[in-house]
């Protein structure tokens, strides 16, 4: 088989996670600062526990913009997530990404990414 078919190939080696707990302020910053667009949440131990993503972390704090948007993974200067009211901030101190992950969906790194079509 074609390692180019192969998940591992595709991958990306350089992750960029956070804790079970960590706060959507936090998350937020990491995402400003290491500009990326998805956070993988891990337990203490690294086991993958959820995932979530710049669209949850911005419905957060402008949920009637993403609603106008169906994809905003076109954003890419995640800038205004810095600069938040001190209202936002508040709520961003007191909300974990526990509350906004959505539940990992992982394949092994040998499986193929080829799609078959009859």
Request: hydrophobic share 40%; glycine share 4%; proline share 3%.
């Amino acid at each position: 088989m074609d390692e180019k078919s192969l998940i591992r190939y595709w991958m990306k080696t350089d992750v960029v996670s956070v804790e079970l707990g960590t706060t959507i302020k936090d998350a937020s910053s990491k995402l400003v600062d290491r500009r990326v667009g998805t956070l993988p949440i891990v337990e203490k131990d690294g086991t993958l526990a959820g995932v979530s993503s710049i669209s949850e972390i911005i419905d957060v704090f402008l949920p009637d913009f993403v609603n106008l948007l169906s994809d905003v993974s076109f954003v890419t200067d995640f800038g205004d997530l810095d600069k938040l009211s001190s209202y936002d901030l508040e709520r961003a101190e007191k909300m974990t990404v526990n509350d906004i992950m959505q539940k990992p969906i992982a394949v092994e790194e040998t499986s193929s990414c080829l799609l078959y079509t009859s």
